[in-house]
């Protein structure tokens, strides 16, 4: 009885239905793609930190997740593959080129590549000229930008010599002495990759290394543990942001449920008065308003679900390099959660207001 009045009363003013279930699905659409982002970006930091092949991370003194902290002497390269176990060391310059994440990277290209294995160059030439630079297929996509094409980093016009298969280290990649010269940081790194002898040996060199009062002012981690470092609990006020945004839902979802349920009320006191007059509870008028809150509030989580994959596709296909967005599926009985508390939270008054409904005042009502 009670889903069929629900329905009916969701059918008999259908625009509206929609309209609200829409403005639900906004902030819902909203939380899902700042969750996205937040973990797409994270996540592909971990992939290409990870696809280098490192087993240890060396980083200057005052860095950060988000910050290198400054710079180190490009011969310390060369000292830690004096160190047991250390089988080779490559230094790469960190360089933030557009953005909050897109960085390029500069390094000794024959060395990174007996260290890793390189890139795997798909269009052009590795570096010919002082001005060439490469970029993987993301960016060159999001730039439209081919072989042979100019592109501009660091107030420098650069011409593409290569395009290589991303996911490793960088989407833009120079040669390390072209970008010292261009930062500024001539004969200097912002981090240096270790390859050991046997991965065994990782908690030892670390342990070594700590101890050592000559570098006992850096940091150094596995590459384990500094991938693992990239979640959101790390990231200072990013946390908070995305509650922020949460809660920006949940007010959004109130308001809009608050006043749909409030105009529907209105126009359907004489029903409500007709119901009471035949018996109908304080608590089975309240039921129904709350019952079709929430079909709205689950109409709106689904479609702000629909209308996060559409935003992924679009982000995606206009800006796959500098905004890597995922889609979250743990978030979305979260998102559910948060809709239904608003909806509910919305249609609390309307429904307290449509309980108290004089029978006789609300027959009598134009």
Request: glycine residues 10%; hydrophobic residues 50%; contains cysteine.
């Amino acid at each position: 009885m009670t889903a069929k009045i629900v329905l009916e009363n969701l059918k008999h003013k259908p625009m509206r239905s929609l309209l609200s279930i829409l403005l639900v699905g906004v902030p819902v659409t909203l939380i899902l793609c700042l969750v996205g982002l937040s973990h797409g970006m994270l996540e592909d930091t971990q992939r290409r930190t990870r696809a280098v092949g490192a087993d240890i991370i060396f980083r200057p003194q005052g860095s950060s997740l988000l910050s290198t902290g400054g710079a180190m002497p490009e011969g310390i390269v060369k000292a830690l593959e004096k160190r047991p176990h250390v089988a080779m060391a490559v230094g790469v310059l960190n360089a933030l080129v557009g953005g909050v994440d897109l960085w390029a990277a500069g390094l000794d290209l024959d060395a990174f590549t007996r260290f890793s294995g390189g890139f795997k160059v798909q269009d052009g030439t590795v570096f010919q000229q002082p001005d060439d630079v490469m970029i993987d297929q993301y960016y060159a996509s999001e730039k439209n930008v081919h072989v042979g094409g100019y592109v501009t980093f660091l107030n420098k016009r650069w011409r593409v010599c290569g395009i290589f298969q991303g996911g490793v280290l960088s989407h833009i990649v120079f040669p390390l002495g072209v970008l010292q010269d261009v930062t500024e940081h001539a004969g200097q790194v912002t981090q240096i990759y270790l390859k050991l002898d046997n991965p065994s040996n990782t908690r030892d060199v670390i342990g070594s290394l700590k101890s050592d009062p000559a570098w006992g002012e850096y940091k150094v981690y596995s590459t384990e543990e500094f991938t693992a470092l990239f979640s959101i609990n790390n990231i200072p006020g990013l946390k908070e942001f995305v509650w922020v945004i949460v809660s920006i839902g949940v007010v959004i979802g109130f308001a809009v449920v608050c006043l749909s349920m409030y105009m529907a009320v209105l126009q359907r006191t004489r029903e409500i008065g007709i119901l009471k007059s035949l018996g109908a509870s304080n608590a089975f008028i309240l039921r129904i308003v709350l019952a079709e809150a929430l079909i709205m509030g689950v109409g709106g989580t689904a479609l702000g679900i629909v209308m996060s994959f559409g935003a992924w596709w679009l982000i995606r296909t206009l800006l796959p390099a500098s905004i890597p967005m995922v889609i979250v599926p743990e978030w979305w009985l979260i998102a559910l959660a948060i809709t239904l508390f608003g909806a509910g939270l919305g249609a609390l008054y309307p429904g307290l207001a449509a309980a108290r409904h004089d029978p006789i005042e609300a027959l009598a009502y134009e």
